[in-house]
């Protein structure tokens, strides 16, 4: 059973910046086994959305356009970690973020919608404010 720990949230300055991580256990890194993290987030009130995702095969991640530029995915395979650095962080990225986990078939891509996500990390909180 995957398992999805996040941590790194913080209140901060609108412009400053943040780094989230999240520790899966449960999961040995293995090009045979390609699994997909992505990062989600949910303001109150409104949907959750997809920030952006990555393949432990080494493919780049890809970021939804309101993040591109600012938002950057990376991964420790070694220790089983996803990273998402922020970078001038505006008022409406204050939100739950998740991290989340799917397994991929060999050749495959990450799914695109949350549904598509079987394992869910907590969630941890960012608050961006004056």
């Known amino acids: 059973q995957v398992q999805l720990v996040e941590s790194g949230g913080d209140s901060v300055q609108p412009g400053g910046s943040l780094t989230l991580s999240c520790v899966v256990s449960?999961?040995?890194?293995?090009?045979?086994?390609?699994?997909?993290m992505g990062w989600f987030r949910q303001a109150t009130g409104k949907k959750r959305e997809g920030v952006g995702s990555?393949?432990?095969?080494?493919?780049?991640?890809t970021y939804v356009d309101s993040v591109k530029g600012r938002f950057t995915i990376s991964q420790n395979n070694a220790k089983n970690t996803l990273f998402l650095q922020m970078n001038n962080l505006k008022p409406d990225a204050t939100a739950m973020y998740y991290c989340?986990?799917?397994?991929?078939?060999?050749?495959?891509?990450?799914?695109?919608?949350?549904?598509?996500?079987?394992?869910w990390g907590q969630g941890t909180q960012v608050t961006v404010s004056s």
């Open positions: 989340a986990a799917a397994w991929v078939r060999i050749g495959g891509t990450c799914p695109i919608t949350a549904t598509d996500f079987p394992y």
């Open positions: 449960g999961y040995t890194y293995s090009p045979y086994r390609p699994i997909c």
């Open positions: 990555i393949m432990n095969s080494g493919m780049s991640p």
